[in-house]
């Protein structure tokens, strides 16, 4: 099988667990914010084999959907700054780059497209927890990519037969995630308590947001792989749970054993107030059931971050 973006962070997770299932897995990625040392151990024991171009590549999209039996498609520019200051690049990666990729689905008659969609589409909220039928109002020209991608798996279901799936990832977390410079507010508190400074919440920290460990994200997309009734189908992927960002704040404070408290400064330009998914429909129809709870896996996280620097000592 195919994974676009797959020495990135979710991507490579995924080949992991690929792999150990003994799926023989392609690997394509730009390398752009990627690291070939995410997957250098899979690729080096002959259980992935990673090839570097861009999906903007009409060409390279037909060579390398030939003869996959699924396409988890990962490959995305996922910064809303960036969007804003680069729209049409934007496009041309999230947009273009997705139809070129059905497009080569559909010559090449692979079975499965799974495209990997954001809570991003939803904008602010009207209500929570948000389901899948919550009207999409996209607050930047990331937000408005990833609802043209999903139509664009909707219509290829729909006029072609693709067998698509789209999930609307909420907040992900996990490891490898921290070599991103994207990377979202756990990272960042990481980072400065990792140097006994704490950490920094942009506005009054009643702000929500819904995390999701990654592995509850692979094991969801394992299933869509699957799962017949995923076919033309759209699902929000999160914990079902809504986390303040002052509550986050606390408790990676008492984790990591720092005596610090938080400080605060001003509210970031087009952040929304709250998040949080209805995972009903994911649970009904392909029995996800997320496993990791949040300080289980702020915990392995905190873990990972000290014996790193016990190692660079």
């Known amino acids: 099988m195919l994974v676009t973006g797959g020495a990135g962070f979710i ?20 390398l752009s914010t990627g690291r070939e040392e995410n997957v250098s151990k899979l690729v080096e024991r ?15 999209a037909l060579t390398t959907t030939r003869d996959v039996d699924a396409i988890v498609h990962l490959a995305a520019i996922i910064s809303v700054p960036f969007s804003v200051s680069h729209p049409i690049i934007t496009d041309r990666v999230n947009v273009v780059g ?8 559909r010559t090449n008659h692979v079975p499965k497209f799974v495209q990997i969609s954001s809570c991003a589409v939803y904008g602010e909220a009207t209500r929570l927890p948000i389901d899948e039928e919550h009207p999409t109002n996209p607050m930047s020209p990331y937000a408005a990519s990833k609802i ?20 609307r990832l909420f907040n992900v977390y996990g490891p490898r995630q921290e070599g ?41 997309i394992k299933k869509c792989l699957t799962a017949d009734v995923s076919s033309g189908r759209t699902y ?78």
């Open 11 to 30: 991507g490579s997770n995924l080949a992991d667990s690929l792999a150990g299932d003994n799926r023989e897995v392609i690997l394509l990625d730009n």
């Open 46 to 60: 002959g259980a992935a084999r990673l090839i570097r171009g861009d999906i903007r590549n009409r060409e390279l």
């Open 98 to 105: 997705t139809l070129n990729l059905l497009r080569a689905a």
């Open 148 to 167: 043209c991608s999903e139509i664009y798996c909707e219509t290829f279901h729909n006029a072609y037969g693709l067998n698509t799936t789209v999930l």
């Open 180 to 220: 991103n410079p994207y990377a979202g507010v756990i990272v960042k508190f990481i980072e400065r308590l990792a140097i006994g400074c704490p950490p920094v919440i942009c506005g009054d920290g009643q702000q929500t947001r819904d995390f999701v460990h990654v592995r509850d994200v692979v094991d969801v």
């Open 236 to 313: 929000n992927i999160g914990s079902g749970r809504a986390t303040s960002i002052e509550n986050l704040a606390d408790v990676m404070i008492n984790l990591s054993g720092q005596e610090v408290r938080p400080t605060y400064c001003p509210p970031r330009a087009g952040d929304i107030l709250h998040s949080q998914a209805d995972i009903t429909r994911a649970k009904a129809e392909l029995g996800y059931e997320p496993k990791v709870s949040l300080e289980e896996g702020l915990r392995e996280l905190l873990d990972r971050r000290r014996k790193a620097s016990l190692a660079d000592r």
